[in-house]
């Protein structure tokens, strides 16, 4: 068993919430803004970051380990994520974290470097950012493959104009963040494998979020009218969702055209998890164009 994967099994497999406050009954969101303080202890930069105009995917692939671990951790401060089966919080987490991922990367980026629209830098881990605006953009290790970095530029245009842009301009609260992972998390219709609970526990905590953002933006922001704001949040879950899902495609296609044949090259650098059978909990591999 790999490392990543005997990790996230450990996190996961407790069919207990991880212990708050005793005594002290918090709802699905408070549980989940307070495992928050986790992103903020281990993702926000201790020290200047360095902007570069070289990916590395080792970088990239070892802060997304990183990012899988503390989000387990998250959920499992959730006693309505950690009640279920394992089999169904390994669906939810599998078909969850890489949509969250991008989301959160870009709220932490402008966290740091602020929300000016012509500071397209993103972190890349805590201490390493790239710039979207860079033209001498490249990445590690492959420049031998004669791969056209024009091709590329569409992808991060995407990211500019429906997520980067979109959270400068909304002014995303941790609160909203919180909420923006619950909705990935529980809108569960698309999910193949879920027991019936698990669908029963995700409408009925939709139900309690829906309230709860209610009253935030009511009595803690006093934004009375927030179906607007709450649009364009949804919004955000379906850019990140998006470029995902079309991201392959759109590779192979320039990759072909450039007539540029690849095996076997990283560079999705996305981590997937399956499980291998039903007394197997996780496999972690990177997908492959």
């Known amino acids: 068993m790999a490392p990543v994967e005997a990790t996230i099994n450990e996190i996961l497999i407790s ?4 212990p708050i406050a005793p005594g002290i009954k918090l709802t699905f969101m408070q549980q989940l803004v307070y495992g928050f303080t986790l992103f903020n202890s281990e993702f926000k930069p201790k020290e200047p970051v360095t902007v ?7 970088v990239m692939l070892k802060h997304q380990e990183k990012f899988l671990f503390v989000l387990a951790k998250i959920l499992m401060f959730c006693d309505k994520f950690a009640c279920l089966s394992f089999n169904d919080k390994f669906i939810l987490f599998k078909n969850s974290w890489h949509i969250f991922y991008q989301i959160e990367r870009h709220y932490t980026s402008i966290e740091y470097f602020g929300k000016a629209k012509e500071d397209l830098r993103v972190l890349l881990d805590d201490k390493i950012a790239n710039d979207y605006g860079n033209r001498g953009f490249h990445i590690k290790d492959i420049g031998a493959l004669a791969i056209n970095l024009d091709h590329w530029k569409p992808f991060g245009i995407k990211f500019i104009k429906y997520l ?8 995303l609260t ?23 609970e698990a669908v029963k526990v995700a409408e009925q905590v939709n139900e309690q ?3 709860e953002l209610h009253n935030y933006y009511v009595y803690e ?7 607007e704001r709450l649009i364009k949040l949804t919004k955000l879950v379906e850019a990140a969702r998006t ?18 044949r690849v095996i076997h090259a990283r560079i999705c650098l996305a981590l997937d998890f399956r499980p291998r059978s039903e007394n197997d909990s ?8």
């Open 174 to 196: 941790q609160y909203e963040l919180a909420f923006l992972l619950s909705q990935i998390l529980w809108n569960v219709q698309a999910w193949e494998g879920l027991s019936e």
């Open 243 to 260: 470029k995902i899902e079309v991201d392959p495609a759109q590779v192979r296609s320039c990759l072909n055209k450039k007539r540029t």
């Open 209 to 211: 979020i829906a309230m």
């Open 221 to 227: 922001k006093g934004i009375v009218i927030y179906a």
């Open 52 to 58: 570069t105009n070289e990916l590395d995917r080792y």
């Open 15 to 18: 069919p207990h919430a991880n």
């Open 164 to 171: 980067m842009n979109p959270m400068k301009d909304l002014q």
């Open 282 to 289: 996780l496999k972690s591999h990177l997908l492959y164009i």
